[in-house]
């Protein structure tokens, strides 16, 4: 993948790419509804990435666990809402409504959620200040590290679709659902390619 520069020319591909997408819904019946943020910010070298943090180890679920800001909505939230409110109680960064580009595939959660991804625009200049109580440290993931042969399928259950991982040295594996919405983000966003990800299955010690 091409050197991605944080510029309105990104953001412009981006919005139109990913407003041209034909998003899946996911029924809500019996799962809970939540939001992520896929943000994405200008890196020291002004390159476009990815807010990515490794979740409190102390938290009741997925601590420890890489993930993108997010969490289950309030009443009367919308997805992008919720996605806005959690990126700024978790990482201290505020963005108005214009800033959403659109929305992802919603995804199902062995631990009882649908997450629907929020695709946002971040800003430059930005001091990312992580609530140490939800995260425990943050990352900003270069857009250009996500391509196709990061990919890697692992076996699922017995009957189940592959787990699906991408591979990000010297980070190690990063599992899904996390790896699935980076995966759909970049090949949707920036090679306008409609990859569906909601079906992959996720690792055992995600499930709770």
């Known amino acids: ?10 953001r412009a591909l981006l919005a139109t790419r990913v407003a041209r997408f034909e998003r899946r819904s996911i029924p809500v019946e019996g799962l809970r509804p939540a939001a992520v943020a896929l943000v994405v910010m200008p890196d020291p070298e002004a390159r476009a990435s990815v807010i990515l943090t ?20 309030e009443p009367g939230e919308t997805p992008e809402t919720a996605a806005l409110r959690e990126l700024e109680e978790e990482v201290g960064l505020a963005l108005p409504p214009e800033n959403v580009l ?4 919603d995804y199902a959660t062995r631990s009882g959620f649908v997450m629907t991804p929020i695709v946002v625009w971040g800003i430059s200049g ?10 425990a440290s943050v990352v900003l993931l270069p857009l250009e590290e996500l391509t196709p042969d990061r990919v890697v ?15 990000l040295p010297p980070r190690g594996l990063l599992y899904a ?17 409609d990859t569906r990800v909601a079906h992959f299955e996720q690792p055992r010690f995600a499930w709770k």
């Open 126 to 135: 930005a001091v990312l200040r992580p609530d140490p109580r939800e995260v």
């Open 177 to 193: 659902p996390t790896a699935a919405l980076l995966h759909q983000l970049a090949e949707v966003a920036v090679h306008g390619r």
């Open 102 to 105: 659109g929305c992802l595939d």
């Open 54 to 73: 490794v979740r409190a180890s102390g938290l009741s679920r997925h601590g420890g666990q890489w993930a993108c800001p997010g969490g289950r909505l």
């Open 153 to 167: 399928l692992q076996p699922g259950p017995p009957g189940s679709q592959p787990v699906l991982a991408l591979s």
């Open 1 to 10: 993948m091409a050197d991605l520069r944080f510029d309105p020319d990104l």
